[in-house]
Structures are given as C-alpha cells and as structure tokens.
C-alpha cells in the first residue's frame, strides 16, 4: 500500500491540496527555509507562492464561495503535500541525474499532446490535474517533465516505478541530497524518499486562508 501510494505521487502527482501553516518557530539552522535540499534552499516564501498559485487557480475553476469553501475544506493539507512535492522532484530529478537521464521540450511536448487528447483539450487536462493533483496550470509541463523523467529512469534500471528497484534509486539520491526539513512541515524519510508529519502535538495549525477570510 505504502508503494503504491508513493507511486501514485510520482507518476500522478496525487497530491491533493489546502493551506495550513503552523504556528511554530522556524529552523534555526537555516532560518526562512522550508527545507534544504542537495545544499539549496526552499524558501518559506517559495512554498508559499506555489500554493498561492494552486489556490487562485482553485478559486478561478470555482466561483461560487460555498463551492469554494468546500474546496479548502477538502484540501487542508496542501501546504505540507506541496513541500513534499517539490523535495520529490528534486530526488528524481537527481535519481535521473545519477543514470545520465535527460528529457527534452519534445518528450514533454509528445506526452502533453497525448493527454490533451484524452482528455478534450488543454483546458480540460489543466482543470483534471487542478482538481485531482493541486498541480497549478502553469506548473504542468513542470509535472509533466518528471514523469517523463521517472518513466526514463525505471526504463533505465530495468524495472518500473512499481518496484523497489526504483524507488530504491530515489532512497539513494535522497541520501545523496541531505535532506533537511523545517521541523513545522515533518521531517524527510530517505528510505522512504517521503515526508513525515513530526510527532508534536503541541504545534497548533491555522489555515492562512481562512485567516484571510475572516480579516476581510
């Protein structure tokens, strides 16, 4: 089940959406980080943006503010999974890294095509992968780049994305990259190559857009 959920991640971006922040003091090592990846930042601000983006694409798809409303409510939890997501992408970009893998603006290309086909449209798989994954329509070739990119990396080690073999490549490039987690979004699993909800039930939760809301 686990395998099969970290799957689904990779090659679907299920990854489901919602705005929580914690009320908790930042990483002192590394102050404004939400995580450090491979020695590179990913900025609070960073994160933040991203899912400012998810939700105003959310928010154009649905005008209607109870429609809305039950959109946050069902997502509550796409800050965190949004930080998983970019971590992810950075390890299977390095597992690809490490197998001399590159994708090319035509593979990305071909495989767009293909599902916009399938789908109806560019709107229609833009709205699919919103609704279903919290994937931005501008960040969709970014998304798309990767499963490009896992598909070529199972391919090259013989295997698919299904298999330990795989995703034993993603648990050495998390280790290769030192994977290091502001403590209020959880902590990373490198054998695993997945993020951990830390064990601090003193940390208190407030959603950043509800907060908005009742501000306005």
């Known amino acids: 089940m686990l395998r099969r959920r970290r799957t689904a991640l990779v090659l679907s971006a299920a990854i489901a959406a919602a705005a929580p922040l914690l009320a908790a003091c930042g990483n002192d090592a590394h102050p404004g980080a939400a995580a450090v990846v491979g020695g590179q ?66 593979e990305i290309q071909r495989l ?61 490039a998390s280790g290769e990259l030192n994977i290091d987690l502001n403590p209020r979004y959880g902590s990373w699993d490198v054998q695993n190559s997945s993020r951990v909800d830390a064990k601090t039930p003193w940390v208190r939760e407030v959603t950043k857009t509800g907060t908005q809301q009742q501000s306005a």
Do not use: C
């Not at 105003?56 to 946050?72: F, H, K």
């Not at 800050?79 to 997501?85: G, I, M, Q």
């Open 41 to 106: 930042r990913i900025t609070v601000a960073q994160l933040e943006n991203r899912v400012d983006e998810v939700r105003r694409a959310q928010r154009a798809a649905v005008p209607d503010d109870a429609q809305y409303q039950q959109v946050l409510a069902s997502t509550s939890s796409l800050t965190r999974d949004t930080l998983h997501n970019m971590v992810l992408d950075r390890v299977l970009h390095r597992a690809a890294q490490d197998q001399g893998i590159t994708v090319t603006r035509k």
């Open 112 to 172: 767009r095509t293909g599902l916009e086909q399938q789908f109806g449209g560019a709107a229609a798989l833009e709205t699919d992968w919103l609704q279903k994954y919290g994937i931005a329509p501008k960040r969709l070739d970014d998304n798309l780049r990767l499963q490009v990119e896992a598909q070529k990396l199972a391919q090259k080690l013989g295997t698919s994305t299904s298999e330990p073999a795989f995703w034993k490549a993603l648990s050495t």
